[in-house]
């Protein structure tokens, strides 16, 4: 089948490399030529562990261009996997979608079926299939198909190719046939993903729930937790009492600094202010993303607690990245925590181990006149020397690793902040240590 994926980011990039990988004709469109020109190198602009092996290992099955009018005309299937961006109002932004769906109808000759995997407010799917329509020649028919997409950045091959299911929206029994043939090799042997069959909305709707749902989850472990810490039990051993409860599950009740990255936080506010304009508010999720902002600060706040005043203090900061095994930064706790501690006068030594430069691009768009009292570093030792205290922002292997020893050898006081409950207490005995719930 011949497959445009439209949005080369984090989605489109990898859904487009998994689709040829099980036999598809693929072409990746994005407006911005030099991610294209690394494309065809066999470079990828992101930073997603497996990805550029298997990109080698598809090369004779996928193409990159700009030329977005050749590539949606000579389209069985165009996937459109762009951001939804949250607006200030915090619903979420069409603008890219749109202007994606603008270029398909000037281009479209044939019928087609345009896959919306970027994730969309409820009736989203329903709108643009009456745009589109009404766009190209009368003698065209675009049919509109919701797919949403579930994988983790860091995880995301094998959350694409072993995906914990495939949701296909659609009433048209026609999308529906070509949407399983498009996914048929994932329903088989190795793969066995379970496909499920809904109407549009309700696939739109899956998205927004099981994200929301999840940071949910996030939010009550970080609550929990807060209150275990101050009545003395561990939320360690509380996280894993509660997951071995199969109606539990054991996943994302690993208390820490809140959630971040490129869904949770936007899809929780999204989901918030559609239900709100609906005059049915979501509680719950108002509650989770009060929760969240909160949380964020809770090593900020018992620093200054601890300190008094961060004029002059040098504080190193441990990960920038939303999470590990990811270069994104997008929502990531240790932004307004950077942000926090220059404005309260501290000097700031930041480590990530590929962080660094996405970082710099976002403290730029910052107006900020003390960003001199920042500086990057690309070792730990380096990072940590003569500090007065360390913020832990990341779980990176390499910080989880650390020796702790060195907190006493290099630091000035060996004063440590986890936010990822990265270490053993009995390991941190001899150095002051405030981790999350415990
Ligand atoms: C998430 C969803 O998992 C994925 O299905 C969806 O398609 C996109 O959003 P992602 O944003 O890549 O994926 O990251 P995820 O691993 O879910 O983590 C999100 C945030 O939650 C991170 O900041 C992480 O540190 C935090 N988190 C996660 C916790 O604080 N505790 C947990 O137990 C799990």
Request: net charge neutral.
């Amino acid at each position: 089948m011949r497959v445009t994926v439209s949005g080369i980011g984090y989605v489109g990039l990898v859904t487009g490399v998994a689709l040829s990988y099980i036999g598809h004709t693929v072409t990746c469109v994005d407006i911005n030529e030099e991610k294209i020109n690394m494309l065809k190198n066999g470079i990828s602009p992101i930073y997603e562990p497996g990805l550029e092996e298997l990109m080698s290992k598809v090369r004779n099955k996928i193409n990159f261009t700009t030329d977005y009018k050749s590539a949606y005309s000579t389209s069985d299937v165009i996937i459109i996997g762009v951001g939804t961006p949250e607006r200030e109002d915090g619903s979420a932004n069409l603008d890219y979608v749109n202007s994606v769906c603008e270029q398909i109808a000037e281009s479209l000759r044939k019928n087609c079926i345009v896959v919306l995997k970027s994730t969309v407010p409820i009736g989203t799917n329903d709108e643009i299939e009456r745009k589109l329509n009404n766009e190209v020649k009368t003698s065209i028919k675009v049919y509109v198909v919701s797919n949403p997409e579930f994988l983790s950045q860091g995880t995301a091959i094998h959350d694409t190719l072993f995906a914990s299911r495939i949701i296909v929206g659609t009433d048209d029994k026609y999308a529906a046939s070509v949407m399983h043939k498009l996914y048929e090799p994932l329903t088989k042997e190795p793969y066995n993903v379970p496909y499920l069959l809904t109407s549009r909305k309700s696939a739109e709707m899956i998205k927004y729930a099981s994200n929301d749902f999840l940071a949910l989850k996030i939010s009550y472990i970080n609550e929990i937790a807060n209150l275990c810490k101050s009545l003395g039990a561990n939320i360690e051993e509380v996280s894993k009492g509660m997951g071995l409860d199969s109606r539990i599950g054991n996943s994302f009740l690993k208390a820490g600094i809140g959630y971040g990255g490129s869904c949770f936080p936007k899809d929780t506010k999204a989901l918030h202010w559609l239900s709100t304009i609906n005059r049915i508010e979501l509680k719950t999720i108002k509650a989770c993303i009060e929760v969240n902002e909160t949380q964020k600060l809770i090593l900020f706040n018992q620093l200054k607690k601890d300190l008094v005043d961060l004029h002059g203090k040098t504080i190193a900061v441990l990960g920038l990245t939303f999470k590990p095994n990811t270069d994104d930064l997008r929502d990531a706790p240790s932004i307004i925590n950077i942000v926090n501690l220059l404005n309260s006068g501290a000097n700031v030594k930041a480590y990530d181990p590929v962080g660094i430069n996405n970082f710099k691009k976002i403290i730029k768009k910052i107006d900020m006149n003390n960003c001199y009292n920042l500086e990057f570093y690309e070792s730990i030792d380096d990072a940590i020397k003569d500090t007065d205290a360390v913020m832990i922002m990341t779980e990176w292997p390499n910080i989880v690793n650390y020796d702790v020893a060195k907190y006493k050898k290099l630091m000035k006081v060996p004063r440590v902040y986890d936010g990822r409950n990265c270490y053993k207490l009995e390991s941190m005995k001899d150095i002051i240590y405030f981790s999350i719930g415990r």
